[in-house]
């Protein structure tokens, strides 16, 4: 058997499960959770080189980018607080994730989403109006409680809702909507800048409540998935009658009868706290991905493209406007690449986009990175040539990481856990990715003054270790039925020698007690 490769049978699939328009609708509304993530992505790198935003809150920050000639270009924007104002909302995010989570599990994914659209327009109102500092902060905060809450129940329920067969394409969307997102923001930013008066910055911190609102009021309309149905009712005709309409076809006796069985796992397994539930063996694969796969994705250096595109190109010698309009440039490259994922991911599989993005985010990084050592000193700029072919070449990495950690990013830890952890696995996943997307957000400017150029060696070296993970550990989940996604991992070269382990702990375990053996190969 080839490394990380697992079978996946065809045999493995329900009747029916087409693309029914409820299905687009509904998918498209809670898409709305990535908008919002995305919009804010965007929007802080932006503000964040504009000079009216940095002379009113970080005066510091502006009188060492206008004035000191002295000071490093890779470090004129180092700045605790400046870094606070962006990493903020991800401590929030993180602790809001862990009471996303109870409030999913117990009373379904529309709450969740609902909970999160409200914070995020209330943190637009306060961005937008912010007079000091700690009003600023505290509207980080709370756009930060709606990421939480909308990253933690969002990809579940597109994961929930999808038919099997389009569920790569359905939930990659999520990060498809992120794109979108943050291509707006950009664009606002562009138009922004050039409003007179120094205000720009108000509008588009203001503007996130547009999105926020789609996804709010939207989400009251939103149904409830079939598997949270059945979760949380113990009458099944509610769940039969939404799988009906979701799958478009009546035949759903064998669909339904996988979800019920997984709620009664579920049920027997509710008792015990749900963190100690997932540290079984039998779930160590989908825990370690949990932990591993957000964590790749923060390290892949997206965000230093992400949160600072418009400082980094400042660094490089661009102009303020010519910065905006280059991560203008750069987010269509994201979208487009994402929407490429959308397509892709259900027929080339999840681990092909893997290892493809993965060599082109390696590559492109390296040149960055040479170029900008061979040719960007401590002080002065590159030429225009190198400043493009910089340009050109971030182009080319966001395009590898809009294909691959991008969507896949998020859509794998959508689909590996079993009904019973589901909600805690997600959660963890969103705190995992929150935790280090705050390391990154708060870390980076102070990591390129002191790395310089070598932080796209830095990035570039996590990209090749990641790469290595994927084809060795992860096998390939496309078309694969959710809740019968255990069947990847018993195939699996690494991880069905620990799920076995388990097996025949357990088969000792009933030995000793004389209690029956369990026949653990249903």
């Given at each position: ?172 969307g999520f990060q498809f909507s992120i794109g979108l997102g943050a ?47 059945i979760q949380r009712y113990d009458t099944h005709h509610k769940a ?121 985010m390696l590559i492109s990084q390296v040149m960055i990175g040479g ?152």
């Open positions: 058997m080839a490394v990380g490769f697992a079978s996946t049978s065809e045999a493995i699939s329900y009747k029916g499960g087409k693309i029914t328009p409820f299905v687009i609708l509904s998918c498209m509304m809670a898409a709305m959770g990535g908008v919002i993530f995305g919009y804010d992505i965007g929007i802080s790198g932006g503000v964040t080189s504009m000079e009216p935003f940095l002379r009113k809150f970080f005066p510091k920050v502006h009188r060492k980018m206008k004035d000191d000639n002295h000071i490093s270009n890779y470090c004129k924007f180092d700045s605790p607080l400046l870094t606070s104002f962006t990493s903020s909302l991800y401590i929030a995010g993180l602790l809001a994730s862990f009471f996303a989570s109870s409030i999913t599990r117990a009373f379904g994914r529309k709450p969740s989403i609902i909970i999160g659209g409200a914070a995020f327009l209330a943190g637009s109102a306060f961005g937008g109006a912010a007079v000091n500092i700690y009003m600023l902060i505290l509207g980080r905060v709370l756009l930060g409680i709606g990421v939480g809450f909308a990253n933690q129940a969002v990809p579940l329920y597109l994961s929930e809702m999808a038919p099997p067969k389009y569920r790569g394409a359905i939930n990659n291509l707006s923001a950009n664009l606002i930013n562009f138009g922004t800048e050039k409003i007179k008066g120094g205000w720009g910055w108000r509008v588009s911190l203001a503007m996130a409540a547009i999105p926020a609102f789609i996804l709010t009021l939207g989400a009251l309309l939103l149904p409830e998935t079939p598997n949270s149905l039969k009658a939404m799988l009906q309409r979701v799958r478009g076809t009546a035949e759903v006796e064998a669909e339904l009868d996988d979800l019920i069985a997984a709620s009664i796992l579920s049920k027997i397994t509710q008792h015990q706290r749900p963190f100690k539930c997932i540290l079984k063996k039998k779930y160590r694969p989908q825990l370690v991905m949990a932990i591993a796969i957000p964590f790749f994705q923060q390290v892949t250096g997206i965000n230093v493209i992400a949160f600072y595109a418009p400082l980094l190109f400042r660094t490089i010698g661009l102009g303020e406007s010519a910065s905006l309009m280059s991560a203008v440039v750069t987010g269509f490259i994201g979208t487009g690449s994402t929407f490429v994922s959308m397509l892709l991911a259900d027929k080339l599989g999840r681990r092909t986009l893997f290892m493809i993005g993965g060599v082109q170029i900008m050592a061979a040719k960007l000193g401590d002080y002065g700029s590159v030429s225009e040539v190198y400043a493009y072919m910089v340009l050109v070449l971030i182009g080319v990495y966001v395009a590898g990481f809009g294909w691959s950690w991008g969507p896949l990013g998020w859509l794998v830890p959508s689909e590996i856990f079993p009904l019973e952890i589901r909600s805690i696995g997600q959660s963890i996943t969103v705190a995992v990715s929150f935790v280090f997307t705050f390391i990154i957000a708060q870390t980076f400017l102070s990591m390129l003054c002191h790395f310089k150029a070598g932080i796209f060696f830095f990035f570039g070296g996590w990209v090749l270790i990641m790469t290595g993970f994927v084809y060795l550990f992860l096998p390939e989940t496309k078309s694969v039925e959710i809740e019968k996604m255990d069947q990847v991992w018993r195939q699996h070269w690494f991880w069905k020698n620990i799920i076995e382990e388990e097996r025949l702990d357990c088969m000792e375990d009933n030995k000793n007690d004389g209690t029956k053996v369990e026949n653990f190969s249903q």
